[in-house]
């Protein structure tokens, strides 16, 4: 029997190119500011429009500042890509959710939450955390500008097809233990480039058991093993996340959408071309200590002796150190990572009697305009005012230093984000990567601390 991915691939293939190379139909294409300019500037040298507007969707979300969006974008670079963002989708007649509008946030948070993304899809953008809507039973993948502009001219893309990889993990996780850490721990075990060249399907008891918010983390990080994307068969809990949502099918073709929706599995005999087997047991929270998500470890356990020089004179710390105690200058809570309503009630969690420690500044930034109403619907926000927090407004923040919310040089940051590169929070800023449950931690501590002793 076929791989889910075969099937949703297969199924989706237009022609063959030769050598491999197969003309693939998309059903989705997202669309943000800083990576579709010259796309669309390719389709306006040429003089042809999308094919298929109504089935692309633009928002900017990286250049977003998450404080006074009525205000005009301070950066001249960001408030320029995101006005040529808003100029194109109304010269090619897209949807466009513009910023401080209540459809905002960022792109990977807003797809599922709107029923924009469906079991069955292919979808692509110019981001590689697209991977993250694999959550919902799609296969998504990110493409690069030249293939964005493929996409708005034909609604399809030249793609190979990726080898498949299974991911089964089988237990149930234990105290403390999120989805965000299952990911770093995988990383850890195969590296970064562990599934290079593969699409990833996780599968087994730990995963079924995920919520949808946590199917999604997981989705997003598969990218930063090295693969082409990865996803999870649809299953009840899609169905009852998606059921009711704006663009999610209504009344008859709700149902037929969902007797398609339950073909989509693999069968105990499906081939993969790799197959990994983990035990959730194994999994503890987690935090990374080095340049890339695979630098991570249990976050009462001590950085590798054989651990990058490179990596360590950045970091400014030592192979054999315990980073629990560590100070922290910064903590994040938000991206597409772990930016959804779930990731402010587990935060809101370790908060809650609690103070945030002086001289941390936290930054929680809702991944949506939808998930900033949500926190202040349940209250959290006035409880982590209480505690000395503030929610900031919607964007990418600090998950990337293309806005203003930057992490000084040498200053260290317990993040929710996905990548913790050097320099990726803001030149010669320290990324450690963790859950939402560390970090609320990290933020009433002051420093690295185990979740578990707050919990």
Not at 1 to 17: E, G
Not at 228 to 250: C, H
Not at 255 to 263: L, P
Not at 276 to 282: C, E, G, K, M, T
Request: glycine share 10%; aromatic share 8%; net charge negative.
């Amino acid at each position: 029997m076929n791989t889910l991915f075969d099937k949703i691939w297969d199924s989706h293939v237009v022609a063959s190119a030769g050598g491999g190379v197969s003309q693939l139909y998309i059903d989705r294409l997202y669309c943000h500011e800083a990576t579709t300019p010259q796309a669309f500037e390719g389709l306006r040298e040429r003089g042809i429009r999308c094919l298929r507007p109504e089935r692309i969707f633009c928002m900017p979300d990286h250049n977003t500042p998450t404080h006074d969006q009525d205000k005009p974008i301070a950066d001249p670079v960001g408030r320029a890509q995101v006005d040529t963002l808003e100029r194109n989708a109304s010269e090619f007649g897209l949807t466009y959710f513009g910023m401080n509008t209540p459809d905002n946030g960022v792109i990977h948070v807003v797809g599922p939450e709107k029923g924009l993304s469906l079991p069955g899809m292919t979808i692509v953008c110019g981001d590689s955390h697209t991977s993250t809507h694999g959550a919902m039973g799609a296969v998504a993948f990110g493409i690069g500008t030249s293939e964005v502009e493929m996409v708005l001219a034909s609604q399809c893309v030249l793609q190979s097809k990726p080898k498949s990889m299974s991911i089964r993990v089988e237990g149930e996780l234990g105290k403390g233990v999120t989805a965000k850490d299952l990911a770093l721990y995988l990383m850890m075990k195969i590296s970064t480039s562990g599934a290079t060249g593969y699409f990833i399907e996780y599968r087994g008891s730990t995963i079924r058991s995920l919520s949808m918010e946590g199917r999604l983390t997981l989705s997003n990080l598969c990218i930063e093993m090295g693969a082409r994307g990865g996803f999870i068969a649809p299953d009840s809990k899609t169905f009852d996340y998606l059921k009711g949502r704006e663009y999610a099918p209504e009344g008859e073709a709700w149902d037929r959408a969902v007797e398609y929706w339950k073909t989509l599995y693999s069968g105990e005999d499906a081939v993969f071309d790799k197959e990994l087997v983990f035990d959730a047991s194994d999994v503890q929270p987690m935090i990374s200590y080095g340049t890339n998500p695979g630098m991570s470890m249990p976050i009462d356990g001590r950085i590798p002796a054989d651990a990058s020089p490179k990596a360590m004179e950045y970091m400014g710390l030592e192979p054999g150190q315990s980073l629990l105690g560590h100070k922290v200058d910064y903590v994040f809570l938000g991206a597409c990572t772990n930016g959804r309503i779930e990731d402010f009630r587990a935060f809101a969690s370790v908060v809650r009697g609690r103070r945030k420690a002086e001289g941390v500044t936290a930054w929680l930034v809702p991944g949506s305009w939808a998930v900033k109403r949500s926190i202040e619907e349940e209250g959290l926000d006035k409880e982590l005012a209480a505690a000395g927090f503030e929610i900031r407004q919607p964007g990418c923040s600090a998950c990337l230093a293309m806005n203003d919310d930057k992490i000084p040089a040498g200053k260290y940051a317990v993040s929710t984000s996905n990548r913790n590169f050097e320099g990726r929070q803001g030149p010669g800023s320290r990324t450690l990567l963790a859950s939402p449950l560390t970090a609320a931690a990290a933020a009433v501590t002051g420093v690295v601390t185990d979740p578990r002793e707050l919990i």
